[in-house]
Protein backbone atom coordinates (compact mmCIF):
# COMPACT_ATOMS: atom_id res chain seq x y z
CA UNK A 1 0.00 0.00 0.00
CA UNK A 2 1.45 3.50 -1.09
CA UNK A 3 2.49 5.76 2.04
CA UNK A 4 0.79 8.95 1.41
CA UNK A 5 2.32 12.30 1.18
CA UNK A 6 0.98 15.89 1.90
CA UNK A 7 2.75 19.14 0.43
CA UNK A 8 1.46 22.04 1.51
CA UNK A 9 1.17 25.13 -1.33
CA UNK A 10 2.09 22.46 -3.31
CA UNK A 11 0.87 24.14 -6.34
CA UNK A 12 3.97 26.46 -6.83
CA UNK A 13 7.40 26.16 -9.10
CA UNK A 14 8.85 24.44 -6.54
CA UNK A 15 5.92 22.70 -4.85
CA UNK A 16 4.67 20.93 -7.93
CA UNK A 17 7.89 19.78 -8.59
CA UNK A 18 8.11 18.18 -5.10
CA UNK A 19 4.88 16.75 -6.04
CA UNK A 20 5.54 15.19 -8.84
CA UNK A 21 9.08 13.81 -7.33
CA UNK A 22 7.60 11.90 -4.27
CA UNK A 23 4.83 10.52 -6.41
CA UNK A 24 7.70 9.43 -8.61
CA UNK A 25 9.21 7.80 -5.33
CA UNK A 26 6.04 5.94 -5.28
CA UNK A 27 3.55 8.10 -2.42
CA UNK A 28 0.43 9.08 -3.04
CA UNK A 29 0.64 12.81 -3.31
CA UNK A 30 -1.85 15.21 -2.34
CA UNK A 31 -1.56 19.06 -1.40
CA UNK A 32 -3.15 22.14 0.27
CA UNK A 33 -4.03 25.59 -1.69
CA UNK A 34 -5.97 28.68 -0.39
CA UNK A 35 -7.60 29.86 -3.51
CA UNK A 36 -10.92 28.29 -4.54
CA UNK A 37 -10.46 27.60 -8.51
CA UNK A 38 -6.47 27.20 -8.48
CA UNK A 39 -6.45 23.29 -8.53
CA UNK A 40 -8.54 23.10 -11.59
CA UNK A 41 -6.09 23.33 -14.17
CA UNK A 42 -3.21 22.14 -11.51
CA UNK A 43 -5.20 18.77 -11.15
CA UNK A 44 -5.60 18.38 -15.11
CA UNK A 45 -2.21 19.13 -15.87
CA UNK A 46 -0.73 16.69 -13.44
CA UNK A 47 -2.96 14.09 -15.23
CA UNK A 48 -1.98 14.96 -18.70
CA UNK A 49 1.36 14.46 -17.56
CA UNK A 50 0.34 11.24 -15.78
CA UNK A 51 0.27 12.31 -11.87
CA UNK A 52 -3.12 11.44 -10.08
CA UNK A 53 -2.92 14.36 -7.68
CA UNK A 54 -5.27 15.39 -4.81
CA UNK A 55 -6.30 18.73 -3.81
CA UNK A 56 -7.74 19.82 -0.34
CA UNK A 57 -8.69 23.81 0.19
CA UNK A 58 -7.26 24.74 3.16
CA UNK A 59 -6.55 28.37 5.02
CA UNK A 60 -3.20 26.80 6.68
CA UNK A 61 -2.86 29.99 9.06
CA UNK A 62 -6.56 28.62 10.52
CA UNK A 63 -6.05 25.67 12.95
CA UNK A 64 -9.25 24.97 12.87
CA UNK A 65 -9.32 24.87 9.36
CA UNK A 66 -6.21 22.18 9.22
CA UNK A 67 -7.98 19.89 11.92
CA UNK A 68 -10.69 19.83 9.15
CA UNK A 69 -8.02 18.89 6.54
CA UNK A 70 -6.62 15.97 8.51
CA UNK A 71 -9.72 14.68 8.69
CA UNK A 72 -11.03 14.82 5.33
CA UNK A 73 -7.62 13.35 4.18
CA UNK A 74 -7.49 10.54 6.81
CA UNK A 75 -11.43 9.40 5.73
CA UNK A 76 -10.06 10.11 1.80
CA UNK A 77 -6.81 8.61 1.29
CA UNK A 78 -5.59 7.44 5.10
CA UNK A 79 -3.15 8.78 7.34
CA UNK A 80 -0.32 10.96 6.22
CA UNK A 81 3.07 9.40 6.57
CA UNK A 82 5.03 12.51 4.95
CA UNK A 83 4.50 16.06 5.61
CA UNK A 84 6.40 19.06 3.11
CA UNK A 85 5.44 22.10 4.88
CA UNK A 86 5.96 24.67 1.60
CA UNK A 87 3.90 27.45 1.79
CA UNK A 88 5.01 30.44 2.00
CA UNK A 89 4.69 34.03 0.96
CA UNK A 90 6.54 37.48 0.76
CA UNK A 91 5.55 41.05 1.61
CA UNK A 92 8.44 42.81 1.53
CA UNK A 93 9.38 45.95 2.83
CA UNK A 94 11.90 47.48 4.90
CA UNK A 95 11.64 47.52 8.66
CA UNK A 96 10.88 51.01 9.18
CA UNK A 97 8.07 50.70 6.52
CA UNK A 98 7.08 47.17 7.46
CA UNK A 99 3.26 47.30 9.02
CA UNK A 100 2.09 44.59 11.44
CA UNK A 101 -0.43 43.32 8.74
CA UNK A 102 2.61 42.17 6.65
CA UNK A 103 4.69 41.08 9.42
CA UNK A 104 1.77 39.08 10.38
CA UNK A 105 0.69 37.76 6.85
CA UNK A 106 4.47 36.21 6.88
CA UNK A 107 4.62 35.09 10.11
CA UNK A 108 1.17 33.45 9.73
CA UNK A 109 1.13 31.92 6.25
CA UNK A 110 5.41 30.84 6.64
CA UNK A 111 5.50 29.54 10.49
CA UNK A 112 2.35 29.27 12.35
CA UNK A 113 1.39 26.93 9.57
CA UNK A 114 3.69 24.77 10.14
CA UNK A 115 2.27 24.34 13.50
CA UNK A 116 -0.94 24.26 12.22
CA UNK A 117 -0.24 21.31 10.16
CA UNK A 118 2.21 19.48 11.72
CA UNK A 119 0.44 19.30 15.00
CA UNK A 120 -2.50 16.97 12.67
CA UNK A 121 -0.37 14.39 11.67
CA UNK A 122 2.80 13.90 13.78
CA UNK A 123 1.41 12.42 16.30
CA UNK A 124 -0.15 9.79 14.05
CA UNK A 125 3.35 8.80 12.38
CA UNK A 126 4.93 8.22 15.89
CA UNK A 127 2.03 6.16 16.95
CA UNK A 128 2.89 4.13 13.82
CA UNK A 129 6.41 4.27 14.39
CA UNK A 130 7.31 5.94 10.64
CA UNK A 131 7.00 9.36 9.67
CA UNK A 132 8.82 12.39 7.79
CA UNK A 133 8.22 16.34 8.47
CA UNK A 134 10.08 18.04 5.83
CA UNK A 135 10.13 22.38 6.41
CA UNK A 136 11.02 24.08 2.86
CA UNK A 137 13.10 27.41 4.68
CA UNK A 138 15.17 29.83 2.74
CA UNK A 139 18.67 30.90 2.57
CA UNK A 140 17.13 34.05 4.12
CA UNK A 141 16.61 32.24 6.99
CA UNK A 142 20.15 31.19 7.46
CA UNK A 143 21.50 34.62 6.45
CA UNK A 144 19.11 37.30 6.70
CA UNK A 145 18.00 39.33 3.71
CA UNK A 146 17.56 43.64 3.55
CA UNK A 147 13.88 44.15 3.47
CA UNK A 148 13.06 40.90 4.72
CA UNK A 149 12.79 41.00 8.34
CA UNK A 150 9.49 38.96 8.58
CA UNK A 151 10.57 36.92 5.98
CA UNK A 152 13.51 35.66 7.23
CA UNK A 153 12.48 35.45 10.86
CA UNK A 154 9.66 33.31 10.32
CA UNK A 155 12.10 31.03 7.71
CA UNK A 156 14.71 30.49 10.62
CA UNK A 157 11.66 30.02 12.80
CA UNK A 158 11.04 26.88 10.90
CA UNK A 159 14.14 25.30 11.46
CA UNK A 160 14.16 26.12 15.32
CA UNK A 161 11.09 24.36 15.16
CA UNK A 162 12.82 21.30 12.83
CA UNK A 163 15.49 21.06 15.64
CA UNK A 164 13.13 20.92 19.05
CA UNK A 165 10.63 18.48 17.21
CA UNK A 166 13.59 16.09 15.62
CA UNK A 167 14.38 15.31 18.95
CA UNK A 168 10.89 14.52 20.66
CA UNK A 169 9.95 12.23 18.06
CA UNK A 170 13.76 10.63 17.21
CA UNK A 171 13.21 7.69 19.07
CA UNK A 172 9.59 6.94 17.72
CA UNK A 173 11.03 6.36 13.91
CA UNK A 174 9.82 9.77 12.65
CA UNK A 175 12.34 12.64 11.66
CA UNK A 176 12.35 16.35 11.14
CA UNK A 177 14.14 17.90 9.01
CA UNK A 178 14.91 21.72 7.38
CA UNK A 179 15.93 21.90 3.27
CA UNK A 180 16.58 25.83 2.86
CA UNK A 181 17.06 27.14 -0.78
CA UNK A 182 18.54 29.97 -2.20
CA UNK A 183 17.41 31.20 -5.31
CA UNK A 184 15.37 29.00 -7.79
CA UNK A 185 14.22 29.52 -11.23
CA UNK A 186 10.51 29.13 -10.57
CA UNK A 187 8.18 31.29 -12.53
CA UNK A 188 8.39 34.05 -9.84
CA UNK A 189 12.31 34.32 -10.27
CA UNK A 190 12.50 33.90 -14.04
CA UNK A 191 10.15 36.75 -14.08
CA UNK A 192 12.62 39.34 -13.05
CA UNK A 193 14.21 41.84 -14.83
CA UNK A 194 17.22 39.71 -17.23
CA UNK A 195 19.77 42.35 -15.37
CA UNK A 196 18.62 41.63 -11.64
CA UNK A 197 18.71 38.27 -12.38
CA UNK A 198 21.99 38.22 -13.61
CA UNK A 199 23.27 40.23 -10.90
CA UNK A 200 21.71 37.33 -8.36
CA UNK A 201 23.41 34.57 -10.90
CA UNK A 202 26.77 36.93 -10.04
CA UNK A 203 27.01 36.07 -6.33
CA UNK A 204 26.00 32.31 -6.81
CA UNK A 205 29.34 30.03 -6.70
CA UNK A 206 28.54 27.45 -9.69
CA UNK A 207 26.90 30.41 -11.50
CA UNK A 208 23.40 29.52 -12.18
CA UNK A 209 20.17 29.43 -10.49
CA UNK A 210 18.75 25.79 -8.73
CA UNK A 211 16.42 23.91 -10.06
CA UNK A 212 12.88 23.34 -9.00
CA UNK A 213 13.84 19.21 -9.23
CA UNK A 214 16.99 19.37 -7.43
CA UNK A 215 15.00 21.05 -3.94
CA UNK A 216 12.08 18.08 -5.01
CA UNK A 217 14.83 15.32 -5.42
CA UNK A 218 16.16 16.11 -1.92
CA UNK A 219 12.70 16.18 -0.72
CA UNK A 220 12.51 12.58 -1.94
CA UNK A 221 15.45 11.36 -0.09
CA UNK A 222 14.45 12.74 3.05
CA UNK A 223 11.32 10.99 2.49
CA UNK A 224 12.66 8.12 2.00
CA UNK A 225 14.04 4.87 4.51
CA UNK A 226 17.46 5.59 3.42
CA UNK A 227 17.36 9.23 5.34
CA UNK A 228 15.46 7.58 8.65
CA UNK A 229 19.84 8.61 10.29
CA UNK A 230 19.10 11.84 9.16
CA UNK A 231 16.94 14.41 11.67
CA UNK A 232 17.47 17.98 12.93
CA UNK A 233 19.14 18.97 9.83
CA UNK A 234 19.49 22.32 7.77
CA UNK A 235 20.36 21.41 4.68
CA UNK A 236 21.29 24.67 2.43
CA UNK A 237 20.58 24.19 -1.09
CA UNK A 238 21.99 27.28 -3.06
CA UNK A 239 25.06 26.71 -5.26
CA UNK A 240 27.56 27.80 -2.59
CA UNK A 241 25.95 31.72 -2.26
CA UNK A 242 26.02 30.88 1.44
CA UNK A 243 28.23 28.35 3.40
CA UNK A 244 27.63 27.75 7.20
Not at 178 to 184: D, E, F, R, V
Request: overall charge neutral; some cysteine.
Amino acid sequence: MSKIALVTGGMGGIGTAICKKLADAGFKVATTYSRPGKEIQWLADGKESGYLFHAYECDVTDFDACVLLRQRIEAELGPVDVLVNNAGVTRDATFKKLDKVHWDAVIDTNLNSVFNVSKQFVDGMAERGWGRVINISSINGQKGQFGQTNYSAAKAGMHGFSMALAQEVARKGVTVNTISPGYIATEMVMAVPEDVRAKIVSGIPVGRLGKPEEIAGLVAYLASDLAGFLTGSNLAVNGGQHMC
